[in-house]
């Protein structure tokens, strides 16, 4: 059993990947008067917590081969989300990508999907689901479909109202040569995001705006680019715990959001040191 444990771990969680989480990982304090949550290994949790990212289980499905109950599990993976241990997981893959040069600087997409919310916050009427209770995820990604950034808000929310934030959610990230970056050089999104004050803002922060104007400029300009960011949407979607929210906390859902964006980079970095 430890055997199957340890080669499901090691899928889920290589040893390039854990060399990057463990030091973010919040150092185990026992309580001084005994009880509480008993010391388990990391990596195991670790790993089953990516399995049910990835398989979109339920935590009390979380199948005995971890060596770590599902209480056990959540009560990690709420502790490292109060941490902020994905956004900064997020961050090390990205600053690993810059300094091998594979953030591509040139551009970068905007784009947002909704999904069906069972309950909790950052979620409302879904307009294109006959006003069912859903939530969207926003995403930007660079000229390669990278993802830089990612947010969640409810569904009744307008695109407009989380280019912003994206924006200024990009981490500053090394590069190859020089200092950090975490400017593009261009913008590009569909004419869901265009407004005079957007493209006001992007110019004082040195930020070509590529949005089409409605009515002005056709959007099939961006179909050439909008490719990118809608297969880096359908690479978060392939974990299957974001195709439906089930998370009654909105925290939560983007907690695993920011996973699945770290995952999806680190398929990057590992595609490139091979």
Not at 106 to 129: E, F, H
Not at 245 to 270: I, M, N, Q, V
Request: aromatic letters at 8%; one cysteine or more.
């Amino acid at each position: 059993m430890l055997s199957v444990a340890g080669d499901l771990s090691s899928r889920l969680v290589p040893d390039g990947l854990w060399v990057l989480v463990e030091p973010l990982l919040p150092e185990f304090t026992p309580r001084r008067q005994g009880g509480g949550t008993a010391p388990v290994d990391e990596r195991q949790a670790f790993a089953a917590v990516v399995y049910v990212l990835t398989s979109g289980c339920a935590w009390r499905m979380l199948p005995d081969t971890f060596g770590v109950s599902p209480a056990t599990a959540h009560r990690r993976f709420t502790a490292w989300t109060k941490a902020g241990v994905w956004r900064r997981l997020h961050r090390a893959v990205l600053d690993e990508l810059g300094a091998r040069g594979e953030i591509g600087w040139t551009s970068a997409i905007v784009d947002a999907a909704n999904v069906r919310a069972k309950k909790g916050t950052l979620t409302g009427p879904n307009p294109v689901d006959r006003g069912k209770k859903g939530s969207k995820l926003h995403v930007l990604s660079d000229a390669q479909g990278l993802p830089l950034a990612v947010g969640v808000s409810g569904a009744n929310v307008h695109d407009t109202h989380a280019l912003r934030p994206l924006v200024r959610g990009i981490p500053p990230i090394r590069s190859r040569r020089g200092p950090r970056r975490r400017r593009p050089g261009k913008l590009r999104a569909d004419k869901a995001y265009h407004s005079i004050e957007h493209r006001r803002w992007l110019r004082s922060r040195c930020i070509a705006a590529r949005i089409a104007r409605p009515g002005i400029e056709p959007g099939e300009r961006l179909g050439r680019h909008r490719w990118r960011i809608e297969r880096t949407i359908s690479w978060l979607f392939g974990y299957r715990r974001l195709t439906v929210r089930y998370e009654r906390k909105g925290e939560h859902f983007l907690a695993f959001l920011g996973l699945a964006a770290a995952l999806t980079c680190y398929k990057r970095l590992t595609a490139v040191t091979t």
